[in-house]
Structures are given as structure tokens and as C-alpha cells.
């Protein structure tokens, strides 16, 4: 797995629901298509929503990741769910442009 | 208004990325970029310390700052320079001296730097009364004045909201809070960079503005007093230019404004407000606000027009500024916004935006709402532009 470096922001949260922002120090330049056992909400050609078990995802090519609804105090649980994301996108047939 | 004229003066627009997202800090037009570059170029020194001419030239600048301000918003009252509304509201909070049993009386509306305030108080015993709001943000004038009884201190309101846009009749506001005695503080935060704001005539006692949203650089705000109030209230900080003499057993402390300015300030920043200010009274805030209604009566006519959108705020145009809050189904809204900034180059504001009393008690919106919020240097080919990302992103259109 590429070193997918990010700066995790954690945004307001309410009634024990977190949002973490992913932002990418450098630009993936991909989309995958395919997120194997997850479940595809939305596909755009410019984002795609995935589900997680326990919460939903916005993806974009530029690695900028929305992690939605997330029990309060997720972080470490963001970090896995990232990990998860990107060997996905490692997987997904084409390597990021800026690993 | 020669909107070709005004977007050239602001850099930030020629970077391609459409900026809808005033209501949180405004973009900075080249006088007031070029005043706060001049001052750490020409006049960089302390002010109301030195003799030297830089100091004084500083110094005098400073001061004319202060007066263009008193002069934009007509009053005869004091002005103190802040960092940022949230402090000049703190200035007037901490400055107050409150008794057990004192009431605020304040709204549903308000943003947290209007409303924290109050409720910290609430450990010395001061009661908190806040008075609810309908979802299009109309605040019940009856109720606000049964809440305002003999031992109200002060009744605390926004001349605007920054969710719904909604601008509140503050005059009447005061009117009611008069019969009872009791000061009125106005949280112009969403107001002053927008409407036409006449101190004298609203008749308020403290009425707090943002610089850095009407065209000032960050790190400004403002605190206007009523010229009989100041006597009433207490520096919340003291340390240079508070005293005039010092002694062990006495302090003489600076009269006037200035007891609330206390240490270095932001000069370049308030130099820098100053040309904000020369800026907006030179385009007009008559024209400023007939611009910013057309783009608001157009952007909400074009959400209108799909199914999926939920529009927050008063439906009387008149009754609203540039601000326009909106929902797509259940989709939150902090997806709608990195969505439309990755997708489109566009900036909103998504969440709670500091007033979740309102978010969550009023609007029952759990995540908040997206919302966008115009200035004049915005365009409708910019909300063109904006509607189309939006349709192609989140509706079957």
C-alpha cells in the first residue's frame, strides 16, 4: 500500500454523530469504480458515496474524503476506515498518480 | 454599480473559484489590501506612545479609522476596536456589572458569540430568558416584551441572522426594552456589512460588528457604546494605555474608549478597516443592498424550481439579506458543500454555523444546513454556474 499522507479534520459534531474531513497532502488523481464488498451509494464521475457498516464516505479523485456519522470520539476508527479506502483504491487496477 | 469595476478590485476572484460564503468572513478589496501593505511599509510603529512622526503619523491614522467608522454608522457614540464581534460582545458581558437575579433577555436566533456570553453568566446567578423564533427566523416581538420585566439588564438580539438571513426589527426591539429600562445590545455581525445601519436611529446602546465581513482585514471588529454607557462598564483587560497613573495605592485609569483597548491593537488592521469602510460608502450601501437582494430573489427562485430543496428563511424578500440556507433531502449538508467545492470550485458554508439552538430546536436540522451567503462582488452567472453543479451533483434534473 501506497503512504497516502493526510491531515484528518475533525468537524462539528452533534447528538453523539462526528464528520472527519480527509484532506490529502498530495492530489491521487483516481477514482476507483469498484469498492469490492461496500456498498456504492452514489456514483458520480467526479465523487462517489460509499457505505460503511457503521458510517458513509464521500470520495473524491483528489483523495479528499468526507467520513460521515461517526460515534463520537471515532478518530482512531477514521484512521482505519481510511487505511480501508485506500486499499481499495490501491487495489482498483490503477496506481495514484502521487503515492 | 459597475460590478466589471468592483470584482477587478478583488484579487481573490480572478483565482476561478466562485466565493459564496461572506456570511463567514468577506474578501478583501485592493485599498484595504493596499492600506494594511502601506502601514507595514510606511507607517509601521506603535500608536499613542511615541513621539516620533511615525508614531504619531500611525497614530493619527488609527484614530481617522475610528472616525470613519462612527461616521458609517451615524453615531455620536463611542467606538472601540476588537479583534472580532465575539469580543466586542465579551467587552460588553464582562464589562456589565451584573447582579444575582439580573435578566438577559435574548432570542433562538442567535449565533453562539450573542448567546455563550450570556449564558456563562448564568453561574453568577443572572437568569437567561430565550425567546423562540418561527423557522422562517421571525422572532415573537410579544413574547420578547412579556420576557422583558423591571429586572432585565439586557435584552440582546442580531439585527440579522446568519442561518436564515432573516433581519430583525431591531428598533421595535429597543422600543419594548425602554418601557422596561433595560440596555439593548445588537449583534450587527450579518447586518452592518449589508444593510444601511443608523446607530441614532435604531437607538441600541451597544451595537457589535465584524470588520473582517464588511470588506476589513481578519482580526477586526467593532463595539459601538452609547456616549451615556461607558461609564456603566468595565474593561474586561487592562495593561497599556489603560492608566494615565500608577501608584500602589491608586490607579488613574484612562478615560474614554480607549480603557477598552487596552495594549498594541491592530493598527494595521483597524488602518485596513478604515479603507473597508471609505470603500463601502463610496459604492453605496443602498445599491449594495438592492444588488444583493436581486442575486438572493434570483438564487431562491432557481431552488425553488427543484423538488428536492428545502429553503430556510423569510419568504418576503425584503425581510432577508444575502443569505439563503437550503437542504437536499436528507443528503448532510457538509457532503453538499465539499461536494460543490470539489465538483464546482464553489464555497459555501455547511453545518450549524455557531447558532445550533436555531439548527437543531427551530429548523430540527440535525447536521445543519448548506448555505450561501452573497456580497457585491457576486454575479448571477456565478448562481448559473452554481445551480448547474448542484442539479448535476444531487438531483435527478
Known amino acids: 500500500m501506497f503512504d497516502f499522507k493526510y491531515r484528518l479534520i475533525r468537524l462539528c459534531h452533534r447528538g453523539g454523530v462526528e464528520f472527519y474531513h480527509v484532506y490529502p497532502e498530495s492530489e491521487i488523481g483516481y477514482l476507483p469504480q469498484d469498492y469490492g464488498d461496500l456498498k456504492m451509494l452514489v456514483s458520480h464521475p467526479r465523487f462517489s458515496v460509499v457505505s460503511f457498516p457503521d458510517c458513509t464516505v464521500t470520495l473524491f479523485a483528489s483523495g479528499r474524503m468526507l467520513i460521515e456519522n461517526l460515534p463520537e470520539d471515532s478518530e482512531n476508527r477514521a484512521h482505519t476506515i481510511i487505511r480501508e479506502i485506500i486499499s481499495i483504491w490501491c487495489q482498483s487496477g490503477t496506481t495514484p498518480t502521487h503515492p | ?397
Open chain 2, 1 to 397: 454599480m459597475n460590478l466589471d469595476l468592483i470584482r477587478k478590485d478583488f484579487p481573490q476572484l480572478h483565482q476561478g473559484f466562485i466565493y459564496f460564503d461572506s456570511g463567514s468572513t468577506s474578501l478583501k478589496p485592493a485599498p484595504v489590501i493596499n492600506a494594511v501593505k502601506d502601514y507595514y511599509e510606511k507607517l509601521s510603529a506603535s500608536v499613542g506612545r511615541g513621539l516620533h512622526r511615525p508614531s504619531n503619523k500611525a497614530t493619527f491614522a488609527y484614530q481617522e479609522a475610528h472616525d470613519k467608522v462612527r461616521s458609517f454608522f451615524n453615531t455620536k457614540g463611542h467606538v472601540i476596536f476588537t479583534k472580532n464581534c465575539t469580543e466586542a460582545i465579551n467587552i460588553v458581558a464582562h464589562g456589565i456589572e451584573w447582579q444575582a437575579g439580573d435578566r438577559i433577555v435574548t432570542t433562538y436566533l442567535e449565533h453562539n458569540s450573542n448567546l455563550l456570553p450570556w449564558f456563562n453568566l448564568r453561574s453568577r446567578g443572572v437568569e437567561v430568558i430565550v425567546v423562540k423564533c418561527t423557522p422562517d427566523g421571525t422572532i415573537n416581538l410579544k413574547e420578547l416584551a412579556d420576557s422583558i420585566t423591571k429586572k432585565t439588564k439586557l435584552v440582546a438580539v442580531s439585527h440579522a441572522s446568519n442561518v436564515l438571513g432573516s433581519i430583525v426589527p431591531v428598533e421595535e426591539v429597543v422600543e419594548h426594552a425602554r418601557k422596561k429600562g433595560a440596555m439593548v445590545l445588537v449583534d450587527g455581525a450579518q447586518a452592518a456589512p449589508h444593510l444601511v445601519v443608523d446607530m441614532e436611529r435604531i437607538g441600541c446602546d451597544f451595537y457589535a460588528a465584524s470588520g473582517h465581513k464588511m470588506l476589513g482585514p481578519s482580526g477586526t471588529g467593532i463595539l459601538l457604546i452609547n456616549q451615556d454607557i461607558l461609564d456603566r462598564l468595565k474593561p474586561m483587560m487592562l495593561g497599556g494605555g489603560s492608566a494615565t497613573d500608577v501608584e500602589f495605592e491608586k490607579i488613574t485609569f484612562t478615560k474614554g474608549p480607549a480603557l477598552f483597548e487596552a495594549g498594541t491593537p491592530n493598527i494595521a488592521g483597524a488602518i485596513g478597516l478604515g479603507a473597508a469602510v471609505d470603500y463601502l460608502k463610496n459604492i453605496g450601501m443602498e445599491k449594495i443592498r438592492k444588488h444583493e437582494l436581486e442575486l438572493t430573489a434570483y438564487l431562491i427562485e432557481q431552488l425553488k424550481s427543484v423538488d428536492e430543496i428545502t429553503i430556510y428563511g423569510p419568504k418576503d424578500i425584503n425581510k432577508r439579506t444575502g443569505v439563503v440556507s437550503f437542504s437536499i433531502k436528507d443528503i448532510p449538508a457538509h457532503r453538499i458543500a465539499i461536494i460543490l467545492d470539489e465538483v464546482g470550485d464553489i464555497a459555501i458554508r455547511s453545518g450549524n454555523h455557531c447558532a445550533f439552538l436555531l439548527t437543531h430546536k427551530i429548523l430540527k436540522q440535525e447536521t445543519g444546513t448548506a448555505r450561501v451567503s452573497f456580497y457585491l462582488y457576486n454575479t448571477l452567472t456565478e448562481i448559473e454556474h452554481f445551480m448547474n453543479v448542484l442539479k448535476q451533483a444531487f438531483c435527478n434534473v
